[in-house]
């Protein structure tokens, strides 16, 4: 399978040096699949592979809201108050379901690193084994283990952090291989396009869940609960087949131009090559014919030499900075604050539609039947088309004012619902959680995942993406084992849990609004370049001094966002 590149980087296929000008007017713009979607054949390659390996990855990190009230059912003795309520700790069903939230740190850091140091070539599909490794684990639960039934779920939370160690690597991996495949006109809608199968995932989750609950209807209407343990294996299972179709594209994937033109950096970051290694550093006027562009040759042909090497220190480096570590806390804390409430709500989404009073039936079956229609209508009115409103306007508003608009009106429906959680009806808490959907992926979740795969140059960006959604996760991981323990009435309650999430939701805007950069129309390699070539006296193309010339980086957007804003915003 060919894997297209439609992104600018600074050398050809034959290693010739050309502008951004010279390389649009022999790549102009391709026709898209169709208005609708905005892609061309590369891109649609492009999701196709990253994006399924996404759906699959929420599929499997979300499907445990639908499989815990199973969960209770068949080793707990159930929901109701005649089947023993809450025997299922409440500390360890926060465990099991944070299992694959801890997984993921490891997963992002560890694999975000490992691009950057080895290649994106060298880790991805790795990741995707683990998952697969994990699942087939997980699903393989023995239910005659000695002990008592604690030890069943100390053995799915272990398997949970396997499968979500490969899940994590996912994230830093396919960010950064769409970022730095597609076009700069066109990076923040396909990032958007890639996060967007997270809604899928979870929409698919439901759907797959009502098809095997009527697969087994006769059974569970008749109160064989037993016929329970081979639906949460199937639910979890089914994710293996395309799993095993999208892993040999992955395997097989090429190295990118752009990520081994911004590793060839290093050589300068790390004082490797500076300016006695050539003649940059010489004042303008001494030059004489092409001497200029000889002397930007033999760089380019020094830093080639640099381009395979391992870069362990490149993250150190270029976040040494103040400028640049600022851009990091930004998008590491603003992913930590949406998650807290993002992953604190659909983690525990059947927990939230029971204690609203929407998930009760006549039976057990029933009630995990219409606890499934809950979240389905959740995702198919709020949370999917959340997405689709991020894809249409993430290239006409920029990603800050989507951020903020999120953040903003997630903490106002979390504000209602907490301010008169006893008056307001089950209705009105169903239609408010489904707005919060809406504005959590048109807004904190979707951009949180996209600002960081544009916001730092290739050479670090694996880390620097993997390391701001790890602290997002830890964000996750807090939800995951306090929510459950804190929203018991005996505690703190749902409301005032509520009142964490809007707390959060504005210390989010207010984090986004000072730390974060607008990256619609930055191409952070060229800026990095750049930076590196200011070093040794070199030009740049970012600044119009060098090869790339003039305001080409910012001319790509629709309006004056571009490097002088990006600037700013970091140098504040």
Not at 13 to 38: C, M, V
Not at 399 to 410: A, S, V
Not at 504 to 529: H, K, N, Q, S, W
């Amino acid at each position: 399978m060919h894997w297209g590149e439609e992104s600018y980087s600074r050398k050809d296929e034959n290693g010739n040096i050309i502008s951004l000008e010279e390389y649009e007017a022999a790549h102009p713009p391709r026709q898209g699949l169709s208005r609708y979607t905005g892609m061309s054949r590369n891109d649609f390659k492009l999701f196709a592979i990253c994006g399924v390996g996404f759906m699959l990855d929420a599929y499997d990190l979300f499907i445990i809201n639908l499989v815990t009230p199973i969960w209770t059912y068949e080793y707990w003795g159930g929901l109701s108050p005649s089947h023993k309520v809450g025997t299922y700790p409440l500390l360890l069903r926060g465990a099991v379901n944070a299992g694959a939230n801890i997984g993921n740190v490891i997963g992002q850091i560890g694999f975000g690193f490992f691009g950057d140091v080895f290649g994106r070539k060298f880790v991805y599909g790795k990741e995707l084994i683990i998952a697969m490794v994990g699942i087939i684990l997980l699903i393989s639960l023995p239910n005659h283990m000695p002990g008592p039934t604690r030890n069943k779920f100390w053995y799915l939370f272990g398997f949970r952090v396997l499968m979500g160690i490969g899940i994590g690597g996912d994230y830093p991996m396919s960010a950064a291989i769409v970022a730095e495949r597609s076009s700069l006109k066109n990076r923040g809608r396909m990032l958007a396009w890639i996060f967007s199968n997270q809604g899928w995932g979870n929409l698919l989750g439901s759907v797959v869940t009502l098809i095997l609950l009527a697969c087994f209807s006769g059974p569970l209407s008749n109160g064989d609960y037993g016929k329970l343990d081979g639906v949460w294996r199937l639910q979890f299972g089914l994710a293996l087949v395309p799993c095993a179709i999208t892993l040999y594209f992955r395997l097989n994937m090429p190295e990118s131009r752009k990520f081994q033109q911004s590793g060839e950096l290093n050589a300068i970051a790390d004082g490797s090559v500076n300016s006695s290694a050539t003649t940059l550093n010489l004042p303008e006027a001494s030059y004489s014919g092409n001497e200029k562009e000889a002397a930007q040759i033999a760089l380019e042909q020094k830093l080639a030499e640099h381009a395979n090497k391992p870069k362990w220190t490149a993250f150190a480096n270029y976040f040494s900075e103040w400028r640049h570590l600022k851009v990091l806390i930004g998008t590491a804390s603003t992913w930590f604050l949406v998650d807290v409430a993002f992953y604190g709500i659909n983690l525990n989404q059947s927990v939230l539609l029971m204690d609203i009073g929407f998930a009760k039936g006549r039976n057990e079956y029933h009630t995990l039947l219409i606890n499934t229609y809950g979240n389905l209508i959740i995702a198919a009115a709020g949370y999917v088309p959340g997405y689709f409103f991020t894809i249409a306007f993430i290239e006409i508003l920029g990603r800050k004012p989507i951020q903020i608009g999120g953040f903003l009106i997630t903490a106002l429906m979390f504000g209602i619902i907490a301010g008169d959680y006893t008056g307001l009806g089950t209705g009105g808490k169903f239609a408010c959680f489904t707005i919060a959907q809406f504005f959590f992926n048109f807004g904190p979740n979707a951009t949180t995942f996209i600002v960081p795969g544009e916001a730092f140059p290739s050479r670090v960006r694996g880390l620097a993406h993997g390391l701001s959604a790890a602290i997002g996760k830890l964000g996750a991981i807090l939800s995951g084992l306090l929510f459950n323990y804190l929203s018991d009435k005996s505690r703190l309650g749902v409301a005032k849990v509520l009142w964490i999430f809007f707390a959060c939701e504005l210390a989010g805007a207010v984090m986004t609004f000072l730390f974060v950069p607008e990256t619609r129309g930055v191409d952070a390699d060229a800026i990095d370049y750049d930076e590196q070539m200011a070093k040794i006296g070199g030009g740049g193309y970012a600044s119009g001094s060098g090869y790339a010339g003039g305001d080409a980086v910012r001319d790509y957007a629709t309006n004056d966002v571009g490097k002088e804003d990006y600037a700013a915003s970091s140098s504040a």
